[in-house]
């Protein structure tokens, strides 16, 4: 079946503006997660949903992140007036139920902020 | 709050020689344990995990222990090959966790 998916791959922007990533998880998986990965580093947890419940938002790095997904289907992560130290690759995972559970990625969006 | 430190790489090693790459948490509960692995230009994917203390997960001829007594989950293969090189990632969520707490990554080579 169908995995992870992201949009888009590849995303060059401006200092200043606005960008928008998409994730659409596996279908059934009640539970969505993003995180960003810069050059040669780890990942990072930005935000977590599960099922209808309010989002654990205690990984986003600023005001200028935020994220949204309507029920258990398509996630966007929008972030605001971007830096050039948002240049990284946002990873979306979701998983069936719990943090317990394996996690499925995407192939994540590579974004670049001049 | 809870982490995971892994050893840094990158490791080198040469084809059916012994992999030892080191994990360590800290967690107040009592979560899962994950390997993850990304292979050249591909995504994340899971390699091994293990839910409890002194469960061994297994695969691909990866192997690692949950020590709860020395809070570590070292990933061991007796005899790696070419198509190992990736990078590996240790892993731990669930326990009351709803989040999963990555390592930063340890980037393994191995050459003939």
């Known amino acids: 079946g169908a995995g992870v998916s992201q949009s888009p791959s590849n995303k060059v922007t401006e200092k200043g503006k606005d960008v928008e990533l998409r994730c659409d998880p596996i279908s059934g998986h009640t539970a969505l997660y993003w995180y960003r990965q810069r050059l040669g580093q780890g990942l990072e947890f930005l935000i977590y949903f599960q099922g209808n419940s309010a989002p654990d938002k205690s990984g986003l790095p600023s005001d200028r992140f935020s994220a949204e997904r309507t029920g258990e289907s398509v996630s966007t992560l929008t972030i605001q007036r971007t830096q050039q130290e948002d240049s990284a690759v946002y990873l979306c995972?979701?998983?069936?139920?719990?943090?317990?559970?394996?996690?499925?990625f995407g192939p994540g969006t590579r974004l670049t902020v001049l | 709050g809870d982490s995971v430190t892994q050893m840094e790489g990158p490791v080198t090693l040469s084809e059916e020689a012994f992999l030892t790459i080191n994990c360590t948490y800290t967690?107040?509960?009592?979560?899962?344990l994950f390997w993850y692995v990304q292979y050249p230009g591909e995504g994340l994917q899971l390699l091994l995990k293990?839910?409890?203390?002194?469960d061994k997960g297994s695969n691909k001829g990866f192997e690692a222990t949950y020590r709860k007594e020395t809070t570590s989950f070292h990933l061991e293969k007796g005899s790696v090959q070419v198509s190992d090189s990736a990078v590996y990632f240790c892993a731990l969520g669930g326990g009351g966790y709803q989040k999963v707490t990555f390592g930063t990554g340890t980037k393994l080579q191995v050459i003939p």
């Open positions: 995972a979701s998983s069936y139920g719990l943090a317990v559970n394996e996690q499925f």
């Open positions: 293990a839910t409890k203390a002194d």
């Open positions: 967690a107040t509960g009592y979560p899962s």
